[in-house]
């Protein structure tokens, strides 16, 4: 008839046959030896990501992706103790370095980079000393090569320009040559001026301080327009 139908029920222990040991004794533990035993139990994930979340102040995904290798966890939380600004360490990881970890097809461990290494060109960074964009060159370099960032800095010398005649110099001839953006910046399109910074950012291969490259420009936009 292709119909399946049950033949009797089990309701009770009973019915399984299941019934006590009576060889084995009842097992009670010292409340010191449990505690012992829960001192020794590592971590969880979810209980990381949330330790992540209120120690860090990193957003709820960040330390769902951080936490789900160990190894990445432990990590981060190294580097995110070497700066004093633990979300921007979060932001590092989660788009340069997940970003290097997915090219190379390798986990964190085989890359020859260090929390130090990490904090370090995140620092530099802060600190004006390069930009953004020259501290993740710097970073990919200092994994393919296992050198100090400080040095790759140095020796290349890629260190931010921010002397203002410098830039000042640059700004103008940046107008100059583009007379197209100066005129969209006089009608009202102020957005021209992302176009202008960018190409003085591209005449100095990055190196130059943005800020201080778009408030030279403004400034004599300004006097353009005037």
Known sequence: SGRTQPMRSKEEAQDYRYFPEPDLLPLRLEESFIETVRGQIVELPQEKARRFESDFGIPAYDAEVIT?????????????????????VSNWIMT?????????????????????????IIGMVAGGRITAATGKEVLRRA????????????????????????????????????????????????????????????????????????????????????
């Open 143 to 226: 994994i393919e090569t296992g050198r100090d960032p400080e040095s790759i800095v140095s020796e290349q010398n890629l260190g931010q320009i921010s002397d203002s005649d410098t830039l000042a110099e640059l700004a103008r001839a940046t107008l100059a040559a583009n007379p197209k953006s100066v005129e969209d910046y006089r009608r009202g399109k102020t957005n021209a001026i992302g176009f202008l910074v960018g190409q003085v950012m591209r005449q100095t291969k990055g190196k130059a301080n943005p800020r201080l490259v778009q408030e030279l420009l403004a400034g004599m936009l300004a006097e353009k327009t005037s």
């Open 96 to 120: 340069e370095v997940l970003s290097i970890l997915k090219d190379s097809n390798r986990k964190i461990g085989q890359l020859a980079l260090t929390p130090e290494t990490l904090a370090g």
């Open 68 to 88: 789900a290798d160990r190894a990445l966890a432990d990590f981060f939380e190294a580097a995110a103790r070497l700066h004093p600004e633990p979300k921007t």
